[in-house]
């Protein structure tokens, strides 16, 4: 039962284009989204997130959009650098619950 | 302001040992998490804990894992009798509170291997 789905295990782009990296999800009861970056052998890193209140927020180069009524969400990130390779997770979280359900993750991979 | 520590960062038993595996969370943060990762997979919720309590539980497996969070020292990590399946990547967050918009903060994770 994959709430949490990432259908892209991987994804190459060129250095200086826009990223994006897409996440599908079952639950309407998810009211707070979250993309996470890791690098092997660390443990993720918080990069943004979104209420479910919100369709967009941005920080930086990066930028989230939420589609409540499709289900979905995006993180777009522009211009995409080197430093970017890495494994994105897309999270969420329940109402009225503190856990987070990941997805399976995208292979971020930045090409010169 | 150090983050999220875990130890071991390696761990091998052998089936039927038993595992430990410690998570001091960031200094001001009294929540914490156990997510476990399976290869090619993402990160699994199994537990939540606050000092001297178990809040949510609903990840961990019934039969011998067990975890708590002491009103001194880290929050632990028990396994009881490994088998192969339980070879993972466990990672620790701990966030400053409940409620959203607390993201939670990962340690670095402890790999876990069962010969």
């Known amino acids: 039962d994959q709430q949490v789905k990432q259908n892209s295990p991987s994804l190459s782009v060129q250095e200086g284009r826009i990223s994006i990296l897409n996440c599908d999800y079952t639950?309407?009861?998810?009211?707070?989204f979250l993309w996470y970056k890791k690098y092997p052998a660390e443990g993720p890193t918080f990069l943004i997130s979104i209420s479910s209140i919100k369709d967009k927020n941005e920080d930086g180069r990066f930028t989230v959009f939420l589609n409540k009524s499709a289900k979905h969400l995006s993180l777009h990130i522009v211009p995409s650098q080197p430093g970017d390779s890495a494994v994105y997770f897309c999270?969420?979280?329940?109402?009225?619950?503190?856990?987070?359900?990941f997805g399976q993750g995208t292979r971020l991979t930045i090409n010169p | 302001n150090a983050g999220v520590m875990q130890n071991p960062r390696h761990l091998v038993r052998r089936r039927g040992q038993e595992a430990r595996l410690r998570c001091s969370p960031m200094k001001g943060h009294s929540h914490v998490y156990w997510y476990r990762q399976l290869p090619e997979e993402g990160l699994k919720f199994m537990v939540y804990?606050?000092?001297?309590?178990?809040?949510?539980e609903s990840g961990m497996p019934k039969e011998r894992f067990s975890a708590e969070f002491p009103k001194e020292g880290p929050s632990i990590l028990r396994i009881q009798q490994v088998v192969r399946g339980d070879s993972a990547a466990y990672f620790c967050a701990s966030s400053p509170g409940a409620g959203t918009p607390y993201e939670q903060y990962f340690g670095p994770g402890t790999r876990l291997t069962v010969t």
């Open positions: 804990l606050q000092k001297e309590n178990i809040i949510d």
């Open positions: 639950n309407s009861m998810f009211d707070y």
């Open positions: 999270a969420a979280s329940p109402q009225g619950a503190q856990k987070l359900v």
